[in-house]
């Protein structure tokens, strides 16, 4: 079966601070990897994919995320939060070859002034 | 401007009586999806398109469905819609390709009494 996992349900940090938000993930065969963020009231916009090739994947916004295949990982960082980055933010994977996607439950980001 | 659109954002409805909402994007993509978010489940997805006439269950389709007769629209149909229904729905799109990046609609919320 494939999922995701967004173990933190919320993750505060202060501004100006570096902010992680972890995912990890279970797929057959090579995962393609997604990060997106929504806003009150909108819908998803997208941040960042892992396909191939660096496993490190830089986004909008100044995100990036970092693809680690042996502990099945994807985490989103970015070295200063703002206060603007408070969003909930979700993490989701489709497997190489397949149609359908997955989606973590998401993680609730607040950054604090 | 590139989007997806979907009518209406919000809707109320009583038990049984069917309903359409409808889903349109105007960037000429070939697949399109359909999600539900719920809190603590994050998103699931409902039906997905790889392009006209070509639909695929995903995770949670019972009590839905869907049709692709044109490439730009794809509507939800709930023939008897039920309370475990009430959720907050959102149309996505992708150009078929390595990524799949989707882009979201706005969402309906959709409740059922």
């Known amino acids: 079966a494939q999922s995701v996992a967004q173990p933190e349900d919320q993750v505060n940090v202060a501004e100006g601070n570096p902010l992680t938000v972890k995912c990890t993930y279970s797929?057959?065969?090579?995962?393609?990897l997604f990060w997106y963020v929504q806003y009150p009231n909108r819908g998803l916009q997208f941040l960042l994919k892992?396909?191939?090739?660096?496993?490190l994947v830089k986004g909008s916004y100044g995100f990036e995320a970092e693809f680690n295949k042996s502990q099945t990982s994807f985490h989103l960082k970015k070295p200063s939060a703002l206060v603007s980055d408070s969003a909930l933010y979700f993490c989701?994977?489709?497997?190489?070859?397949?149609?359908?996607?997955?989606f973590g439950t998401g993680t609730s980001l607040t950054v604090i002034p | 401007e590139a989007q997806v659109t979907q009518n209406p954002r919000y809707l109320i409805t009583v038990t049984g009586k069917k309903l359409t909402v409808t889903c349109s994007q105007n960037?000429?993509?070939?697949?399109m999806s359909w999600y539900r978010q719920d809190p603590g489940l994050g998103l699931r997805q409902i039906y997905y398109?790889?392009?006209?006439?070509?639909?695929d269950k995903g995770d949670v389709p019972e009590g839905y469905k869907v049709s692709r007769k044109e490439k730009r629209n794809f509507p939800l149909i709930l023939e008897s819609p039920s309370p475990n229904q009430t959720s907050l729905y959102f149309c996505?799109?992708?150009?078929?390709?390595?990524?799949?990046?989707?882009?979201f609609g706005p969402g309906t919320r959709l409740t059922v009494t």
């Open positions: 989701a994977v489709r497997a190489e070859g397949g149609n359908q996607f997955y």
């Open positions: 797929v057959s065969g090579n995962p393609y």
């Open positions: 892992y396909i191939t090739g660096d496993n």
């Open positions: 960037m000429n993509h070939e697949y």
């Open positions: 398109s790889m392009n006209v006439e070509v639909t």
């Open positions: 996505a799109s992708a150009a078929r390709g390595v990524s799949y990046e989707q882009y």
